[in-house]
């Protein structure tokens, strides 16, 4: 498993924009698909977005598509989520996975970290 690492949490006010990072252990970065989670008090862990090994592709929850960008920096060894027009209904714990493909994320072979706090106030 790769150790992960979120940052880049904070409190911003609605419309705001925050950029979290994931920084992960490690020599295979790469030859991970990374996506980005968030839970919400009492409610169910998430998808936000996914970026393929090579950050050819992504994929993104409709509650952020539009305003939200995930990429990855395979050289420093991080993924990134670029969250604009924020929301307080975007308040959460935001998590990111590492996955050896995508939809693997629930599975042992992925690796998360331990989250980094977002709040969004009206």
């Known amino acids: 498993q790769v150790q992960l690492v979120e940052s880049g949490g904070g409190l911003v006010q609605a419309g705001g924009s925050l950029r979290l990072s994931c920084a992960a252990s490690?020599?295979?970065?790469?030859?991970?698909?990374m996506g980005w989670f968030r839970q919400a008090p009492g409610k169910e862990r998430e998808f936000v977005a996914a970026?393929?090994?090579?950050?050819?592709?992504?994929v993104y929850a409709d509650s952020v598509k539009g305003r939200s960008t995930i990429s990855r920096d395979n050289a420093k060894n991080t993924v990134y989520l670029q969250m604009n027009s924020l929301k307080p209904e975007d308040t959460a714990v935001y998590y990111c996975?590492?996955?050896?493909?995508?939809?693997?994320?629930?599975?042992?072979?992925?690796?998360w970290g331990q989250g980094t706090q977002v709040t969004v106030s009206s």
């Open positions: 970026i393929r090994q090579s950050g050819s592709s992504t």
């Open positions: 996975a590492a996955a050896p493909y995508i939809g693997s994320w629930h599975t042992d072979f992925a690796s």
């Open positions: 490690g020599r295979t970065f790469s030859s991970y698909c």
